[in-house]
Each structure stands twice: as C-alpha cells, then as structure tokens.
C-alpha cells in the first residue's frame, strides 16, 4: 500500500488501477487491506480504481459482509483503463491511414 | 503566540501548514479561516498540509469542521499534498474526512476549485460560453 | 517526561519521533506511533489536567519496539469497554481518540480506577 501511494505522489497521477486479475482468494483481512488503500488514495486526492475481480472473489466479499459499493470497480484491467481515460478526458482513436 | 498565515489569492484563500500543528493553533485556524471567508467573500480554501507529518483525530476534526463551516459560506475546502504515511494513518483511525476534497497538490487542487465555481456559475447563468477557458486549464 | 500544558504536546511528540527513528522504524509505524500517542496525550490533558509519559525501547527477539506509559490521576474511566467503543465520548470529541489509538499499534493496555487515575501502555514494533 505504501509504495502505491508513493508513486502516486512521485507521479502526480490523478487515477490508479488495482488489477487483481492474477490473486486468487481474497479473505477478510486483503479485502480490508483493499478498501483502506482506496481510501488512502481518496485522503490523497486521487482515485484508485479495482479491476479484475474474479467471480469467486466477487462471491467471497459478499459472503463476508464487506461493503465495497462506494468503489468503482471495472470487470477488466481494459476497461478501468477506459474508465480512467474518460475521467482525463482523454481518448483513444485508431489513425485513419489513407493507402 | 503563533498564527498560520492566509494568503488570498484572487477568489480564493490560501493555507500553507509549515508547523507541527497542536491544538490551540488549529483551533484558531478555524476561526481565522471562516473569518476571512466571510470577510472577503472567497469561493473556495486550499489547505497544504504537504509539510505535515502527523493528523490526528482532533486535526482531522478541525479540517472537516472548516470543510463544512466554508460550505455554509458557499466556499469549497481542498485540502492537497497528504502524506502517504497521513493518510494510511488518517485510514487506520477511522477518519474518512468528510466534506474537504482532495488533490494531490496545489496545481490539481487549484483547478479543483476553478472547476467547482466555474460548474455553480455555469448553473446561475445558464450559458456554457467559457467552456473554453476550461478547458485551456486542463 | 512530564505533559502539562498542551505546548509539551509538540516537544513530547519529537521526542516519539526521535526514538523511532534511533530504532529505524519505517515512516507509515512512525506516523501510526506518533499519532496514536497525539491521542493519547490529549486524553490526558483534557481528562486529567496532565500527567506522566514514558519513552522506552524495548526488543522482543530481534525486533525492537517502542513503548509508552500514559499515567495520570485523573478522574479515571468507569466504563473501559465503553470507552474503547468508537464513537463513545464524553467530551465533545469524535469519541475515536482511544479506539483509534488501539488500531494503530501492536498492543494497547488500559488500566484505570475511578478516583485514582488511568495509566495507558502502547507498543509499537519496527516491523509490525
């Protein structure tokens, strides 16, 4: 958590993506974990953005009880990128090349 | 006895805490704040606390206290450049610091807040012709 | 040390600092330490005009640690459980003073009587 943050500030980024795509189980205290970093990131001024959740995982937080819907979570690392880009205001266009 | 200095700087009032706070002082920051608030009509508060190293319960309160008092007034609180360390502390006490935004520093927290009355005036007037202006801060 | 007035509070806190710094703890355990023991301070002086602090290392296998003695003869508190509950307080504070301070370190120890004064021990670990 403290190095996420640190490179938050070293960067100046404005939004950070929390890709659990590769993690496994998520038990009570990394479900912990996860929501105290968003929002430490949100005490810093910027948005961290989950990604990624399993369809276990995504059973095992509700079983558990743990409430995440004050976060913005995105079913892929491709779309929380979109996500994150459309909050920049930025946009990604495919370049017409004339032959 | 010391005072944390108001900068105002346009529609807005800059604060820059360079001191390890304790109590008394915060408590007169508060004050003074939501004096010249009044005073000077501002529209928003940017609070750097990227000097700071500890927040406590009681620091945390007072930012929050400011937040909500300025929004009475019709001014917004940013408070920018949180530690890392602060805030992973300010998530472990159990302070979610409502109603302040946050930016990471002066420059977001700036266009924070130039983004927040321009939305309201935007509202009051119903003409979206400085869009343009906007967008040059972005 | 002793903290009586609320201008021993910064002082007290540097001195916390130093310590964790001679032990090398890491920057987020030393915010955590200082912070929780902010609170502590606080209690002291608003509850119990002041009282007494103690600043020692202590070392648990090879790890280090800091630990603080908060005694005061204060009023005391008669409901700990109470207390220790977020949001309960009996000034008006946010009433995360004492749980919060529990949160931020390795082992919290309350002892109080009513009439007699209330003495607080925190550890902090470089590591944990």
Redesign the interface.
């Known amino acids: 958590m403290?190095s996420l943050l640190t490179e938050i500030v070293d960067s100046g980024s404005s939004v950070a993506i929390l890709d659990i795509s590769g993690v496994p189980t998520v038990d009570s205290l990394v479900a912990q974990h996860l929501l105290k970093t968003v929002s430490a990131t949100r005490l810093m001024g910027a948005e961290c953005v989950i990604s990624g959740i399993r369809p276990e995982i995504a059973q095992t937080i509700v079983h558990l009880g743990i409430d995440l819907s004050g976060i913005v979570t995105k079913a892929t690392l491709a779309s929380a990128l979109l996500y994150a880009f459309s909050k920049m205001r930025l946009e990604v266009k495919k370049i017409q090349v004339s032959k | 006895m010391d005072r944390i200095p108001i900068l105002r700087m346009g529609q807005f009032l800059l604060v820059t805490i360079q001191v390890?706070l304790?109590?008394?002082l915060a408590i007169d920051l508060e004050a003074d704040l939501i004096k010249m608030v009044s005073k000077t009509g501002a529209r928003g508060i940017l609070i750097d606390i990227s000097a700071v190293?500890?927040?406590?319960?009681?620091m945390?309160?007072i930012i929050g206290n400011i937040g909500v008092m300025s929004k009475l007034l019709d001014a917004e609180t940013v408070v920018v450049g949180m530690?890392?360390?602060?805030a992973?502390?300010l998530v472990?006490?159990?302070?979610p610091l409502k109603g302040v935004f946050t930016a990471l520093n002066v420059q977001k927290g700036m266009d924070l807040l130039q983004s927040k009355i321009q939305v309201t005036e935007d509202d009051d007037v119903e003409t979206h012709d400085d869009d343009n202006s906007d967008n040059l801060l972005k | 040390m002793s903290v009586d007035r609320?201008?021993d509070?910064?002082p007290f806190?540097?001195r916390v600092k130093e310590q964790a710094v001679k032990i090398r703890m890491?920057?987020?355990n030393?915010?955590?330490l200082?912070?929780a023991a902010?609170?502590l301070v606080?209690n002291m002086l608003r509850y119990a005009n002041g009282g007494k602090v103690f600043i020692e290392v202590v070392s648990k296998g090879r790890d280090n640690g800091i630990r603080l003695s908060f005694k005061d003869e204060g009023p005391g508190i008669p409901d700990i459980t109470l207390a220790m509950k977020?949001g309960f307080s009996t000034g008006k504070?946010?009433g995360?003073?004492l749980?919060?301070a529990k949160?931020?370190v390795n082992e919290f120890n309350i002892k109080s009587e009513v009439g007699i004064g209330t003495e607080v021990t925190i550890i902090k670990w470089a590591n944990g």
């Open positions: 403290e | 390890d304790y109590d008394r190293s500890i927040v406590d319960s009681f945390g309160r530690q890392p360390a602060v992973i502390t472990e006490l159990g302070l | 609320e201008q509070v910064v806190r540097n890491g920057l987020v030393q915010t955590k200082i912070t902010s609170e606080r977020d504070s946010l995360l003073g749980p919060g949160r931020l």
